[in-house]
């Protein structure tokens, strides 16, 4: 058994199901010995994955940022989604998929030979934000971005995100907020939006954080509904004294953050450009 887990989960390893339990890596796999490899999280909603192709190409580009060699054809990649899926206790699950570099003698340096990655992946319970957390919104404390330069690989070398989460939880938060240099960058697992006077703000796509596949979404949502958006740096002071501050990923999709380092955003409910945006986003789920 694996604590948290349904006993009779099934994962996806290097070409073969089997139930977690009896799923085994080497223990010289790269992932394993240096966190050398990456991962996607894609939501599927009673069945349908969710951006499907945009996760599929952000784990292209991860593999190719670590010179990774891409495991499988793209056929492929979409198949396995739809068995871990369909292999799923629920219609409504999160496909978790992990490429690491392979297994080798202990050498920082990539292996000299061609190695097999190894391809690992998973369905799990997925309950998308609850009414009250739509209603009432997350909690946001403000930390110093202690990370590394390459947020925008999305790596399983995640020490510093975890650590940042800790905090969070350790200060009865839900997320963080990150700050490099006095300017935000994200979350410990998402992206955080600033809203000031009616328009959408977001710190700019570069190596400081990870394109969410939401990021991109936010921007349609936001063009439909008339909000405007721009991408920029944030200061402190102006994340301190937002409207509407909201958060975003595969399993938080849309949320408002209501309160920020123990004080109200704003009048401390969830904000109009929230309400649009939200909808939006509702939409998408159902159209699927
Ligand atoms: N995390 N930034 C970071 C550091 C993240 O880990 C994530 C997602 C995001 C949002 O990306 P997306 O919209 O593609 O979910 C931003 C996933 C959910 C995770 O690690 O579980």
Not at 148 to 167: D, M, Y
Not at 229 to 236: G, Q, Y
Not at 262 to 270: A, F, M, Q
Request: with cysteine.
């Amino acid at each position: 058994m694996i604590p948290g887990m349904p006993g009779d989960s099934q994962v996806y390893l290097n070409g073969e199901f089997t139930r977690a339990d009896q799923a085994k890596i080497s223990v010289l796999d790269r992932g394993f010995i240096f966190g050398d490899g990456i991962y996607e999280v894609v939501p599927v909603y009673n069945g349908k994955p969710f951006r499907m192709t945009e996760h599929l190409d952000r784990l292209d580009r991860s593999l190719k940022a670590l010179s990774i060699a891409q495991p499988m054809a793209r056929a492929e990649w979409v198949e396995l989604i739809g068995e871990l899926a369909r292999r799923s206790a629920t219609a409504t699950c999160i496909v978790y998929l992990q490429v690491t570099r392979g297994v080798y003698k202990r050498d920082h340096a990539f292996p000299k030979e061609a190695i097999r990655p190894t391809v690992f992946g998973m369905a799990t319970v997925f309950n998308p934000p609850s009414a009250a957390q739509r209603e009432q919104g997350v909690s946001l404390i403000s930390i110093p971005d202690e990370r590394w330069l390459h947020c925008e690989i999305k790596s399983v070398s995640l020490l510093g995100n975890v650590l940042a989460r800790q905090q969070a939880v350790e200060a009865g938060a839900d997320e963080v907020a990150q700050f490099r240099d006095g300017f935000l960058t994200e979350g410990s697992s998402s992206n955080i939006w600033v809203v000031s006077g009616g328009k959408l703000l977001a710190p700019p796509k570069n190596n400081l954080i990870l394109e969410g596949i939401r990021y991109g979404l936010m921007g349609e949502l936001a063009a439909e509904a008339g909000i405007a958006f721009e991408a920029r740096r944030l200061s402190r002071e102006e994340v301190a004294a937002a409207d509407e501050l909201l958060v975003t990923s595969a399993t938080k999709e849309v949320l408002p953050a209501t309160s920020y380092d123990g004080k109200p955003v704003g009048n401390g409910k969830p904000g109009p450009v929230y309400a649009r945006l939200r909808a939006g986003y509702d939409a998408r789920i159902a159209a699927l």
